[in-house]
């Protein structure tokens, strides 16, 4: 089976938000052996599922260049990805550790690190483009884990849903209009975890369900 064309990814010096492109330069100054550019998507493009997160974190993702990597947040994901058969390999926190995304793809609503770790309306809508595409060209796509309200809320965006008709809501899954789902987790970020607000068994219950509803493909 040939895989489908990737989705674009924004340009390395990507414009379309001045303020994180400001503070992309500023890490490249501060921080000139990160990655410090927009980060790709992770994964094939003909898996079942896309994780949507928010951004990628200072010393995550934006050092690393691949998603959910360097940071707390990838060893719960990654941990759970593999748990439920969606990924192989062991995670190290490194680009070239070898782990291997085999029936997911992860992709961010924003692709470029925002300061505090706190993108604003404007460049979630910028980004919303990319996050279309990354939808658009999984034609094998069942479902989508949304880590997140800010996530949750970008993917119905840009599938042209509207926010009122699929309030989030941690571990609801919600059926699309194409037939596909939208399932929704508290983002597994160190804050949530050591709130309580997210427990590993919180998280993993949410990937046991969507795990079980591909599991036939």
Not at 15 to 25: D, H, I, M
Not at 113 to 134: H, I, M, Q, S, Y
């Amino acid at each position: 089976m040939i895989e489908p064309q990737a989705p674009r990814q924004p340009d390395l010096d990507c414009p379309l938000c001045p303020r994180l492109a400001a503070f992309r330069a500023a890490n490249r100054t501060a921080f000139p052996d990160f990655h410090n550019a927009p980060v790709a998507s992770f994964g094939p493009t003909d898996a079942p599922l896309l994780v949507v997160g928010l951004a990628p974190g200072l010393r995550g993702a934006n050092r690393t260049g691949r998603p959910f990597t360097g940071d707390f947040a990838g060893d719960l994901l990654y941990g759970t990805l593999t748990k439920y058969g969606l990924a192989t390999g062991v995670f190290d926190a490194r680009p070239d550790d070898g782990l291997t995304l085999t029936r997911c793809r992860i992709t961010n609503a924003v692709r470029c690190v925002p300061p505090e770790n706190k993108p604003v309306a404007a460049e979630v809508t910028a980004c919303r483009g990319f996050l279309a595409g990354e939808l658009a060209a999984m034609v094998a796509l069942e479902g989508v884990v949304a880590l997140g309200g800010i996530a949750h809320k970008a993917v119905l965006a840009a599938l042209g849903l509207k926010q009122s008709v699929l309030p989030f809501a941690h571990g609801a899954i919600h059926a699309l209009p194409d037939g596909r789902f939208l399932a929704d987790s508290y983002h597994c970020s160190r804050y949530n975890t050591n709130t309580g607000r997210l427990t590993p068994a919180m998280f993993e219950a949410v990937f046991a369900e969507v795990s079980r509803r591909i599991a036939t493909t």
